[in-house]
């Protein structure tokens, strides 16, 4: 049976769908069948990260809607055998979504896989809190910015009200993932400190994934960076979350100001 995990933020833009596609291959490749889902109907975007967009014929709307098997809307990644997509709809709206279809389709999935990693769409809107509901498990995406923490804080309230698990009165395990952290200018007071992010939102933190050209090129070409540069910094930090996630005890990786310029000066020298 299935674990699964919602991906989730209420602002757009602070990396869910990369943290989505980065966990997921992060997981594959340690050996767990994974399928990642797109909640985001009407935009779809997480076929592009995951380099798929063209091997798609059926969506998710169209096995809620029973218009097609969930067999046939799986996308099986030719990269790692235990990965699959399942893939949104771009011509469909976020309205199509049923409750009774969606719970259909995650008792599913549940079945076939050890891990189901939703990607929400941004905001709290339907898309959002369906793709919330049947999770066990969430990952709140946070920028190091005012608005994106206040929009996480707004997030974490709906998931402890309205998910099956909240209408169980069972507790949601959640962690905090903070994205595009620069370490030189949370000092100089242009972002967010870490201590000053965790002391709002009071979720645990599973990973720091810093500021990094990495994470854009791995998009560009179809790929998860876990994938795309393993040895990458960001990579490793999802690599880290994934053993985090599975209950194994990993010494959290801050990125740190001093770390960077020692390494711009390794490479001028090299260069």
Not at 70 to 96: C, E, F, V
Not at 244 to 263: D, H, N, Q, W
Request: glycine fraction near 8%; charged fraction near 25%.
């Amino acid at each position: 049976m299935a674990k699964v995990l919602v991906v989730t933020s209420g602002k757009g833009g602070v990396g869910k769908t990369t943290t989505t596609a980065a966990l997921g291959a992060a997981l594959a490749q340690q050996g767990q069948s994974v399928c990642v889902v797109d909640f985001d109907v009407g935009l779809r975007n997480l076929d592009l990260v995951m380099g798929a967009e063209r091997r798609v014929v059926y969506d998710l709307i169209n096995v809620v809607q029973g218009d097609a098997k969930l067999p046939q809307a799986l996308i099986r990644d030719k990269r790692l055998d235990g990965l699959s997509l399942l893939p949104a709809s771009q011509t469909r709206d976020k309205d199509a979504l049923t409750d009774a279809g969606v719970a259909r389709v995650m008792d599913e999935l549940r079945d076939k896989f050890d891990w189901v990693i939703c990607d929400s769409p941004a905001g709290i809107e339907r898309g959002a809190t369906l793709a919330m509901r049947h999770a066990d498990v969430a990952v709140v995406v946070c920028n190091p910015e005012v608005s994106s923490v206040r929009d996480s804080d707004r997030i974490i309230g709906l998931l402890d009200a309205k998910t099956a698990r909240a209408e169980k009165g069972e507790a949601m395990e959640k962690h905090l993932i903070l994205t595009r952290y620069e370490p030189g200018r949370a000092e100089r007071g242009e972002m967010l400190r870490i201590d000053d992010v965790l002391e709002i939102l009071s979720i645990p933190l599973l990973a720091v994934v810093p500021e990094s050209e990495e994470v854009l090129k791995a998009s560009n070409v179809g790929s998860p960076v876990t994938l795309n540069n393993p040895a990458s910094a960001p990579a490793r930090a999802y690599a880290d979350a994934v053993r985090r996630l599975k209950g194994e005890t990993v010494a959290m990786v801050i990125p740190t100001e001093r770390r960077s310029l020692m390494s711009k000066l390794f490479q001028r020298r090299a260069a």
